[in-house]
């Protein structure tokens, strides 16, 4: 793979937008002309060639390899909509990383802010820190969020995170979230994403669900009182063909949304 | 005998909180222009009137702070130096709208894309959630009105009106005739949910006691009631299952309910989800019956920022202009965000005082950087800011709109004359967009 | 004598409501605004009379103020600082992303205190400034 390497500069005083940074905007181009590509500073707009040292060569979007180097923490909207290639950042980096992005990897040596993989419609998000709110989140006001693709956090994740996700069986779309732990109403309003968290929830999980998977291999604070107990499974099926074992309590819901429900919330024995 | 000319003014729309009284009559003395008297209104509207009266407590003259202290400057260099100000911030923080009326707040937005800064009303320490809310599931809700003439039943969810709307139930919610319920309170039933016995609650048919912060599992579990479930519990947020069931009840019971809700819901920790599931159990209400839902908005008129917000730009606070157009993202856009993550380098504070009503976390920040306060009273924000920009009191000394908490737009009136050379809030706004203009060379 | 675990709301009243249009710089205020409001029971504990100042801690900060009885109790457990500078600065700034702080529902801890002064509202929040 070819390789571009960003080294911020100098930390920014404001946050600084850089959704011009993804393989799709960097393929074919010479470095000078990946320099001239704009950042947002503030209200003001400048290049990315006045914040990051860069170096090395492009390639055709698939082959093409960005890392950056730098504290990466207030950097925002880092491969915004990108459909290919890679992205490594070696640090935190700031809110919306990966959102609205269709293929690709994006992998972050670090904690991501707010909205990481926002409304995501395919390819991989790692994030081998914690995450903040809204990952794979839709983003507010679009009752569909992310569609297709996985994210996977080695560590905790924030609030209502998959909010509005949506799966389609006829795509085989089947978007997927897995994370260490979360926080507070995950999977809410969820059509058909899939999470699998390896430790412990917060309240709310599966809140206002219309069908989808949630796996807890730890612990959950509450179950709500709208989710059904029905039984005790030793593996489950997930909608994207993966399997988890282990002794699991299944339970339907969320009922507030329908009667009879195929959402399901499994919370492990 | 000096014989005091007294005019009174009929009608009059007090401006201080969402229900939007439109009966007031206020008695002016018109010498020097001194509120005397006012009728009809709640304790606080009518304090403030009086509180229009010069005082103390009021600014007059425009203010500088020139070393250290503030000092009484004219209008051209306190708005020279307000706009000087602006023009050398990178992400100004324009915040307040509250308080003031449509027009006020209309400029304000043509202010922040002027400027490229952020631009923020009130809304989002109070009802935003509300707003989030909406725009996730929409809101089956109608005016104060209807529910004065048809509601039988009236659920009061996280709110008190006794103490934050007082004429709220004499006017349109309980102990009011209206033109289907000519027996007025008798027929009703009042049902509170509130985790303290509020005077609301004291007066009410019924109260829910339900534990703090724990709101969303009981309405969630509601609606799962109401959806014919059966649950495994034996209480929720501290309401036994079969209080539960009596409750759900008694909402399909009702021929046309509502739900009144407020901060309760608003800013304990489940936020816009509060709202949201207690929405669509109003919606899911309406398979069985008629329900609606409304929130008890604070301010006069925070909901008319939030309308003139939305068609000016689509969306209605936390919303950020600094690429050239408006974008929206509560939280990342919104006043006590950008100022907790040190995003701002100013502030521009209209109709309202967050040094008070903001943690004291956000409040440290602004204090960092230069603080303008459109302001006519002594408040912790004016007395600590770099321009204070003291304008007419809108609704009092000048004329304008204002949108009650059922967005129903009400013409606000001139009572009586601001203090000498006093602005209103739309000729300060006018007047800094011009000089900000100017310094930018356009 | 102090109590742990409280959970602390904050809201309107309607004194407070009339103290801050009165004047936020004025006395009325202090006295609407700069009291915490207790459970009958629960003040038995702190074996204080009525109006002693009190210092109510959360993880998010301190303030002193009045200590006085509920009007709308019984609540166990609960305690009650009207809106305003004092509250704001025991209540927790954080947003969960929403932008909306999170007025109520912070664990506190009350202490009596007994010799403390209640600050008006500008020294309290010009303290900000000078931090």
């Given at each position: 793979?070819?390789?571009?390497?960003?080294?911020?500069?100098?930390?920014?005083k404001?946050?600084?937008?850089?959704?011009?940074?993804?393989?799709?905007?960097?393929?074919?181009?010479?470095?000078?002309?990946?320099?001239?590509?704009p950042?947002?500073?503030?209200?003001?707009?400048?290049?990315?060639?006045?914040?990051?040292?860069?170096?090395?060569?492009?390639?055709?979007?698939?082959?093409?390899?960005?890392?950056i180097?730098?504290?990466?923490?207030?950097?925002?909207?880092?491969?915004e909509?990108m459909?290919g290639?890679?992205?490594?950042?070696?640090?935190?980096?700031?809110?919306?990383?990966?959102?609205?992005m269709?293929?690709?990897?994006?992998?972050?040596?670090?904690?991501?802010?707010?909205?990481?993989?926002?409304?995501?419609?395919?390819?991989?998000?790692?994030?081998?820190?914690?995450?903040?709110?809204?990952?794979?989140?839709?983003?507010?006001?679009?009752?569909?969020?992310?569609?297709?693709?996985?994210?996977?956090?080695?560590?905790?994740?924030?609030?209502?995170?998959?909010?509005w996700?949506?799966?389609s069986?006829?795509?085989?779309?089947?978007?997927?979230?897995?994370?260490?732990?979360?926080?507070?109403?995950?999977?809410?309003?969820?059509?058909?994403?899939?999470?699998?968290?390896?430790?412990?929830?917060?309240?709310?999980?599966?809140?206002?669900?219309?069908?989808?998977?949630?796996?807890?291999?730890?612990k959950?604070?509450?179950?709500?009182?709208?989710?059904?107990?029905?039984?005790?499974?030793?593996?489950?099926?997930?909608?994207?063909?993966?399997?988890?074992?282990?002794?699991?309590?299944?339970?339907?819901?969320?009922h507030?949304?329908?009667?009879?429900t195929?959402?399901?919330?499994?919370?492990?024995v | 005998?000096?014989?005091?000319?007294?005019?009174?003014?009929?009608?009059?729309?007090?401006?201080?909180?969402?229900?939007?009284?439109?009966d007031?009559?206020?008695?002016?003395?018109l010498?020097n222009?001194?509120?005397?008297?006012?009728?009809?209104?709640?304790?606080?509207?009518?304090?403030?009137?009086?509180?229009?009266?010069?005082?103390?407590?009021?600014f007059?003259?425009?203010?500088?702070?020139?070393?250290?202290?503030?000092?009484?400057?004219?209008w051209?260099?306190?708005?020279?130096?307000?706009?000087?100000?602006?023009?050398?911030?990178?992400?100004?923080?324009?915040y307040g709208?509250?308080?003031?009326?449509?027009?006020?707040?209309?400029?304000?937005?043509e202010?922040?894309?002027?400027?490229?800064?952020?631009l923020?009303?009130?809304?989002?320490?109070?009802?935003?959630?509300t707003?989030?809310?909406?725009?996730?599931?929409g809101?089956?809700?109608?005016?104060?009105?209807?529910?004065?003439?048809?509601?039988?039943?009236?659920?009061?969810?996280?709110?008190?009106?006794?103490?934050?709307?007082?004429?709220?139930?004499g006017?349109y919610?309980?102990?009011?005739?209206?033109y289907?319920?000519?027996?007025?309170?008798?027929?009703?039933?009042?049902?509170?949910v509130?985790?303290?016995?509020?005077?609301?609650?004291q007066?009410?048919?019924?109260?829910?006691?339900?534990?703090?912060?724990?709101?969303?599992?009981?309405?969630?579990?509601?609606?799962?009631?109401?959806?014919?479930?059966?649950?495994d519990?034996?209480?929720?947020?501290?309401?036994?299952?079969?209080k539960?069931?009596?409750?759900?009840?008694?909402?399909?019971?009702?021929?046309?309910?509502?739900i009144?809700?407020?901060?309760?819901?608003?800013?304990?920790?489940?936020?816009?989800?509060?709202i949201?599931t207690?929405?669509?159990?109003?919606?899911?209400?309406?398979?069985h019956?008629?329900?609606?839902?409304?929130a008890?908005?604070?301010?006069?008129n925070?909901?008319?920022?939030?309308?003139?917000f939305?068609?000016?730009?689509?969306?209605?606070?936390?919303i950020?202009?600094?690429r050239?157009?408006?974008r929206?993202?509560?939280?990342?856009?919104?006043?006590?965000?950008?100022?907790m993550?040190?995003?701002?380098?100013?502030?521009?504070?209209m109709?309202?005082?967050?040094?008070?009503?903001?943690?004291q976390?956000?409040?440290?920040?602004?204090?960092?950087?230069?603080?303008?306060?459109?302001?006519p009273?002594?408040?912790?924000?004016?007395?600590?800011?770099?321009?204070v920009?003291?304008p007419?009191?809108a609704?009092?000394?000048?004329?304008?709109?204002?949108?009650?908490m059922?967005?129903?737009p009400?013409?606000?009136?001139?009572?009586?004359?601001?203090?000498?050379?006093?602005?209103?809030?739309?000729?300060?706004?006018?007047?800094?967009?011009?000089k900000?203009?100017?310094?930018?060379?356009? | 004598?102090?109590?742990?675990?409280m959970?602390?709301l904050?809201?309107?009243?309607?004194?407070?409501?009339?103290?801050?249009e009165?004047g936020?710089?004025?006395?009325?205020?202090?006295?609407?605004?700069?009291?915490?409001?207790?459970?009958?029971?629960?003040?038995?504990?702190?074996?204080?009379?009525?109006g002693t100042?009190?210092?109510?801690?959360?993880?998010?900060?301190?303030?002193?103020?009045?200590?006085?009885?509920?009007?709308?109790?019984?609540?166990?457990g609960i305690?009650?600082?009207?809106?305003?500078?004092?509250?704001?600065?025991?209540?927790?700034?954080q947003?969960?992303?929403?932008?909306?702080?999170?007025?109520?529902?912070?664990?506190?801890?009350?202490?009596?205190?007994?010799?403390?002064?209640?600050?008006?509202?500008v020294?309290?929040?010009?303290?900000?400034?000078?931090?």
């Amino acid at each position: 793979m070819a390789e571009i390497k960003l080294k911020l500069k100098e930390e920014p005083k404001f946050p600084l937008e850089a959704d011009c940074i993804s393989p799709d905007k960097f393929a074919g181009k010479s470095l000078d002309e990946i320099k001239a590509l704009p950042v947002y500073h503030a209200n003001e707009q400048l290049t990315l060639g006045e914040y990051f040292d860069v170096s090395g060569k492009s390639a055709e979007k698939d082959d093409l390899k960005i890392i950056i180097d730098g504290d990466l923490s207030k950097v925002k909207r880092i491969g915004e909509g990108m459909s290919g290639g890679e992205i490594v950042i070696n640090s935190d980096v700031g809110m919306h990383v990966g959102n609205n992005m269709s293929g690709g990897i994006i992998t972050v040596n670090g904690n991501a802010d707010d909205w990481a993989g926002a409304m995501m419609q395919g390819g991989e998000l790692i994030i081998n820190g914690d995450a903040g709110h809204y990952v794979g989140a839709a983003y507010r006001g679009n009752w569909i969020g992310m569609s297709n693709g996985v994210i996977r956090v080695k560590g905790k994740i924030g609030n209502e995170s998959m909010s509005w996700a949506r799966s389609s069986k006829g795509k085989k779309a089947f978007p997927v979230l897995k994370c260490g732990s979360a926080a507070a109403f995950l999977g809410v309003h969820n059509h058909g994403g899939t999470i699998v968290v390896e430790g412990d929830v917060d309240r709310c999980a599966g809140a206002d669900q219309a069908w989808g998977s949630i796996v807890i291999k730890g612990k959950v604070s509450r179950v709500l009182p709208s989710y059904k107990k029905v039984g005790e499974v030793k593996e489950i099926e997930l909608p994207n063909g993966e399997t988890v074992k282990g002794k699991f309590v299944e339970y339907s819901g969320d009922h507030t949304v329908k009667k009879e429900t195929n959402g399901r919330l499994y919370i492990a024995v | 005998m000096v014989q005091k000319k007294v005019k009174t003014v009929y009608d009059v729309v007090c401006p201080f909180c969402g229900t939007l009284c439109d009966d007031l009559e206020v008695d002016v003395e018109l010498s020097n222009q001194e509120v005397l008297e006012v009728r009809n209104g709640c304790q606080i509207g009518t304090k403030k009137y009086f509180s229009s009266n010069v005082s103390p407590h009021r600014f007059t003259k425009p203010m500088i702070r020139k070393d250290g202290e503030l000092q009484e400057a004219s209008w051209d260099e306190a708005l020279d130096k307000a706009a000087d100000i602006l023009v050398k911030a990178k992400r100004p923080l324009l915040y307040g709208w509250s308080s003031t009326e449509c027009e006020a707040q209309g400029k304000g937005v043509e202010l922040a894309e002027i400027l490229g800064g952020v631009l923020d009303n009130t809304a989002s320490v109070c009802h935003g959630p509300t707003l989030l809310a909406k725009q996730d599931v929409g809101v089956p809700t109608s005016t104060l009105g209807e529910y004065k003439n048809r509601a039988d039943t009236v659920i009061f969810w996280g709110c008190n009106p006794v103490h934050a709307h007082p004429r709220h139930l004499g006017r349109y919610s309980e102990f009011v005739r209206g033109y289907f319920k000519r027996d007025g309170r008798n027929d009703r039933t009042i049902i509170v949910v509130d985790p303290r016995y509020t005077q609301t609650a004291q007066i009410a048919d019924m109260y829910v006691k339900v534990n703090p912060n724990e709101d969303y599992e009981l309405l969630n579990a509601i609606r799962a009631v109401l959806r014919g479930v059966e649950l495994d519990v034996e209480e929720v947020s501290g309401v036994s299952y079969e209080k539960i069931k009596e409750l759900v009840e008694v909402l399909k019971a009702a021929k046309f309910g509502v739900i009144f809700f407020g901060m309760g819901l608003t800013q304990s920790i489940a936020k816009h989800r509060n709202i949201d599931t207690a929405i669509c159990l109003t919606r899911e209400l309406n398979d069985h019956t008629k329900f609606l839902i409304t929130a008890m908005r604070g301010h006069y008129n925070v909901t008319g920022a939030n309308t003139v917000f939305t068609w000016n730009t689509g969306f209605p606070y936390s919303i950020d202009f600094s690429r050239g157009y408006a974008r929206y993202n509560p939280g990342e856009f919104s006043a006590c965000e950008v100022l907790m993550r040190d995003e701002v380098d100013a502030t521009l504070v209209m109709a309202s005082d967050p040094a008070s009503n903001f943690p004291q976390l956000p409040v440290k920040t602004m204090f960092k950087y230069p603080l303008i306060a459109i302001e006519p009273h002594k408040t912790p924000t004016s007395v600590n800011a770099d321009v204070v920009l003291p304008p007419a009191i809108a609704g009092i000394e000048c004329e304008g709109t204002a949108y009650r908490m059922d967005h129903v737009p009400i013409r606000l009136g001139k009572v009586k004359e601001a203090p000498n050379g006093c602005l209103t809030d739309f000729e300060i706004i006018e007047k800094l967009i011009e000089k900000v203009k100017e310094k930018k060379g356009e | 004598m102090s109590i742990e675990n409280m959970t602390l709301l904050t809201g309107r009243t309607i004194s407070q409501g009339v103290a801050l249009e009165g004047g936020k710089t004025t006395k009325e205020n202090v006295r609407a605004a700069a009291i915490c409001m207790f459970d009958k029971e629960d003040f038995k504990k702190l074996d204080c009379i009525v109006g002693t100042p009190v210092k109510i801690t959360t993880e998010f900060g301190e303030v002193t103020v009045y200590s006085t009885l509920t009007e709308e109790g019984p609540h166990p457990g609960i305690i009650f600082i009207p809106m305003g500078p004092w509250a704001n600065q025991v209540v927790n700034p954080q947003t969960q992303a929403t932008g909306t702080p999170t007025y109520k529902g912070m664990k506190a801890k009350v202490e009596v205190a007994k010799s403390a002064k209640v600050l008006g509202a500008v020294e309290l929040i010009s303290q900000l400034k000078e931090a």
